[in-house]
């Protein structure tokens, strides 16, 4: 939501130096068969931006040329319904890349998508799949009403191809969100309290949850904002600030492509506006950039950073570190 950027770049956030970087993270696009009330992006069925083809073209040249990048990261929006998804994952993987799919689970069951999990299991992609309780009532509250049900349609067709299972070679890890203006709850705690009932209620396997806390922008920083909770979150995020987390938060060996090709520190950001520049013009694109040139740059940050380092901390891969915290429930 860029209403909030003048609150949010006036900003205490430590300086932050970038590492060798290993993840190219791609939004291919801001349409999702969805709308959560959680969304960062604004996603849903109405939005049309989408990444072209010419600009996958330049995505895949820029890692013909960058052999230090071992991982892309496919998000969204719903990734899957950008027509050059496939052909995208194919030229990874093709290169030997590991390649992610940030899966709302739902989009498995849409009409003319219904081989797309058997796509992903014969090209090894590993899924992020994003389900924010285990129990029916609040992934409906969250996510729409009959969310929760086509949700675990999705996973139990993953579940058949392999996927979840040790001897699979097939990763599935969920995706936890708060409800509301809070931090997640333990990581590792939460992560056994999902096995349990997913498994024992619903025959459901994965191999690991992710906790990530709800960033201050867009649809969800609307909400904060609307509810007058947007001053408290924020005060939540920075008294929470852990120092310890800077090691690990994800812009210091990532960075993200948006859905035109323009270059930002990560998907935050991104959805901030928050480009990144050589200093020669307004924003770097996948085009005009070398890893060479993107890891001598500054990462820009600002208080929604707090989001990555409160607590335990957060990131595209789930918690920083484990620590004490509440039991291990998903509603809020």
């Known amino acids: 939501m860029h209403a909030t950027l003048p609150l949010l770049v006036r900003t205490a956030f430590p300086r932050l130096a970038r590492r060798a970087i290993?993840?190219?993270?791609?939004?291919?696009?801001?349409?999702c068969n969805q709308s959560c009330v959680h969304c960062h992006v604004n996603a849903g069925p109405n939005?049309?931006?989408?990444?072209?083809?010419?600009?996958?073209?330049?995505?895949?040249?820029?890692?013909?040329?960058?052999?230090?990048?071992?991982?892309?990261?496919?998000?969204?929006g719903a990734p899957e319904l950008?027509?050059?998804?496939?052909?995208?994952?194919?030229?990874?993987?093709?290169?030997?890349?590991?390649v992610i799919d940030r899966c709302n689970l739902t989009i498995l069951e849409?009409?003319?998508?219904?081989?797309?999990?058997?796509?992903?299991?014969?090209?090894g992609v590993e899924v992020v799949a994003s389900l924010p309780c285990y129990l029916e009532e609040n992934v409906d509250k969250q996510r729409g009403a009959g969310t929760f049900e086509a949700s675990l349609k999705g996973l139990r067709r993953l579940n058949a191809l392999g996927?979840?299972?040790?001897?699979?070679?097939?990763?599935?890890?969920?995706?936890?969100?708060?409800?509301?203006?809070?931090?997640?709850?333990?990581?590792?705690?939460?992560?056994?309290?999902?096995?349990?009932?997913?498994?024992?209620?619903?025959?459901?396997?994965?191999?690991?949850?992710?906790?990530?806390?709800?960033m201050p922008i867009q649809r969800f920083g609307s909400m904060l904002i609307s509810k007058g909770l947007f001053n408290?979150?924020?005060?939540?995020?920075?008294?929470a600030h852990r120092d310890e987390n800077l090691d690990q938060v994800m812009?210091?060996?990532?960075?993200?492509?948006?859905?035109?090709?323009?270059?930002?520190?990560?998907?935050?950001?991104?959805q901030l506006g928050l480009a990144l520049t050589d200093g020669s013009r307004s924003r770097l694109h996948i085009t005009d950039a070398t890893v060479a040139l993107l890891e001598g740059l500054p990462i820009r940050v600002a208080d929604h950073c707090y989001g990555c380092t409160a607590g335990q901390g957060s990131s595209?891969?789930?918690?920083?570190?484990?620590?004490?915290?509440p039991a291990p429930i998903c509603s809020n």
């Open 316 to 325: 595209c891969g789930g918690a920083l570190e484990n620590e004490t915290a």
């Open 82 to 98: 950008n027509r050059n998804f496939q052909r995208l994952i194919i030229a990874a993987r093709a290169r030997g890349l590991r």
């Open 251 to 270: 812009c210091r060996s990532l960075i993200s492509v948006d859905w035109q090709g323009y270059i930002y520190d990560c998907d935050f950001n991104q």
């Open 110 to 123: 849409e009409p003319g998508h219904e081989d797309l999990a058997a796509f992903l299991a014969m090209h």
């Open 22 to 31: 290993e993840t190219l993270q791609l939004n291919l696009g801001y349409r």
């Open 163 to 214: 996927y979840g299972r040790a001897d699979s070679g097939l990763v599935l890890n969920l995706v936890y969100n708060p409800q509301g203006a809070s931090l997640p709850p333990a990581q590792a705690e939460l992560e056994a309290a999902y096995k349990q009932h997913l498994s024992e209620r619903y025959g459901i396997l994965f191999d690991h949850l992710f906790t990530l806390a709800n």
């Open 232 to 239: 408290s979150y924020m005060t939540t995020l920075r008294q």
């Open 47 to 76: 939005r049309t931006e989408e990444m072209t083809a010419e600009t996958i073209a330049a995505v895949i040249e820029f890692l013909a040329a960058s052999p230090e990048i071992s991982t892309i990261d496919l998000t969204g």
